[in-house]
């Protein structure tokens, strides 16, 4: 009989692997990472990226119905290996090649060869880059192992292979959405005034549109930015469940209805497709702000406002001075007033102190009736442009000017190409204003700036319902 050292001999007996199953601990070298390795050769193994990633993969709903496994790694060359023994892999997967973050991805081995399914890939890179349908660069961890029957050894160096170009099944979503009904008349180009609040942040990591209508009773579909822009009927979301105020929303589905008067809250979740109709019926979305600011007079009187529908109002007031005042609930002294309740509490005590403040200043003016006590603040802001694409970078705020004329904050100042800004209040995060510029939103996303120049920007606060900005290049 011929003698031969076998490699899986040789480790065996190096480790004292012996009879025992499914050794896992060994501890291994430290990775070989080399930037765009399609193959890499250690311990006598030559292993590569498999037919399967010999190309950029573009999963599809079709891919993922079917789930048929592919090749994602093989040894294209082994070591001479004991009778019986196979090689077995363990893969991982990472958005970059220091695997901080680290996604184990279900194999099967076989013929030198590992097979993974599209499903646990698509679920791979979702949990790495979340859900939105982008290409994404994926850096393949490759463990390997000698087997033999029911015991297995870990090679000592494992490698690292791509990157490799994979994008996820993912829902359409668009920036903007809107109502078109009986409301408007179901004039597709005139929808203006029914658009979808968003947060302004990336629409998959906040795939929620919400929008508050009084007196919707009526049939409407869901209308989508690119279906506006080009006034087609194509596009549109209906639905199947016609009254239901849950459901999802279909391409080719019939109208949504609502049946009775009052306001109502419509919420899409992009993600999922589906919607939901909140009745709410008669409420107060405005709060007055008379005061000494003023002359006392609620008809004429500042405004705050309920974006959100939740008995929680914001909005900004200018005063000249020290001034005290009071909130109201119409443009009269007929309905609930609130006073000072003391520690922050709002008393609807309509002989209650009037509220204070004690300096001249642009103040945010917040109220929350939702809960018990009723409570309120009110803090003095200074506003400024912050981000890359300003002169202070992301450390430090280019101050703007408030006019009590227009009631505006302006700064003429410059801005650099490719990069990006929002808005914050005294030099701090706590209250930063980002998105659409057209409907700003705390803590909405940076606005880009496309070409670089200067530019004066104002920054309107003095609607509580939208706050805009304009930025107009000189």
Not at 120 to 141: C, I, S, T, W
Not at 360 to 370: E, P, T
Not at 411 to 431: C, H, P, S, Y
């Amino acid at each position: 009989m011929k003698t031969k050292i076998y490699l899986l001999t040789a480790l065996l007996a190096l480790i004292g692997f012996g009879a025992c199953d499914d050794v896992y601990d060994h501890v291994a070298a430290p990775p070989q990472a080399n930037e765009q390795e399609d193959a890499q050769s250690v311990d006598g193994f030559t292993i590569a990226l498999g037919s399967g990633f010999s190309s950029p993969i573009i999963l599809t709903e079709e891919a993922l119905e079917e789930n048929t496994p592919f090749e994602a790694v093989k040894a294209t060359a082994t070591p001479q290996l004991a009778e019986g023994a196979t090689v077995t892999f363990k893969l991982e997967l990472s958005s970059t090649n220091e695997f901080v973050k680290v996604v184990e991805i279900p194999s099967v081995s076989g013929e030198n060869a590992a097979t993974i399914n599209p499903v646990d890939l698509d679920e791979a890179v979702k949990n790495l880059y979340g859900k939105a349908p982008n290409a994404r660069e994926l850096f393949v961890r490759v463990r390997y192992y000698i087997t033999d029957g029911t015991s297995s050894v870990m090679m000592p160096t494992s490698v690292i292979l791509g990157p490799i170009t994979v994008t996820p099944v993912g829902p359409v979503i668009e920036e903007e959405y809107y109502l078109v009904g009986s409301i408007n008349g179901w004039n597709i180009g005139d929808l203006d005034d029914y658009k979808f609040n968003h947060s302004g942040n990336d629409v998959y990591a906040d795939p929620y549109f919400s929008i508050l209508v009084n007196n919707l009773e009526g049939e409407f579909k869901i209308v989508p930015k690119s279906s506006k822009e080009a006034a087609s009927w194509d596009g549109i979301f209906g639905t199947y469940e016609a009254e239901a105020l849950t459901g999802e929303l279909k391409l080719d589905g019939g109208n949504l209805k609502v049946t009775e008067p009052g306001w109502v809250k419509i919420t899409l979740n992009m993600m999922e497709y589906t919607y939901t109709i909140e009745i709410i019926g008669e409420m107060n979305l405005t709060l007055y702000v008379p005061g000494g600011h003023q002359g006392w007079s609620p008809e004429t009187a500042p405004t705050l406002y309920s974006r959100n529908f939740d008995f929680k109002y914001d909005g900004y007031v200018y005063f000249d001075a020290a001034h005290e005042f009071k909130f109201t609930a119409g443009p009269n002294w007929n309905g609930p007033n609130y006073g000072d309740g003391g520690d922050g509490i709002l008393s609807d005590d309509g002989g209650a102190g009037n509220l204070k403040v004690t300096e001249a200043g642009y103040y945010q003016l917040s109220a929350d009736l939702s809960g018990s006590p009723y409570t309120y603040s009110a803090v003095k802001t200074d506003w400024g442009l912050i981000g890359d694409a300003t002169e202070g970078g992301w450390d430090n705020s280019t101050p703007m000017n408030y006019n009590p004329e227009t009631n505006r904050w302006t700064v003429t100042t410059t801005l650099e190409a490719g990069k990006a800004f929002k808005f914050r209040a005294n030099n701090g995060w706590d209250i930063n204003l980002g998105g659409d510029t057209n409907n700003l939103t705390y803590g909405g996303d940076n606005i880009a700036v496309t070409e670089g120049g200067t530019y004066q920007i104002t920054l309107d606060l003095s609607d509580p319902t939208a706050y805009k900005c304009t930025v107009t290049r000189q």
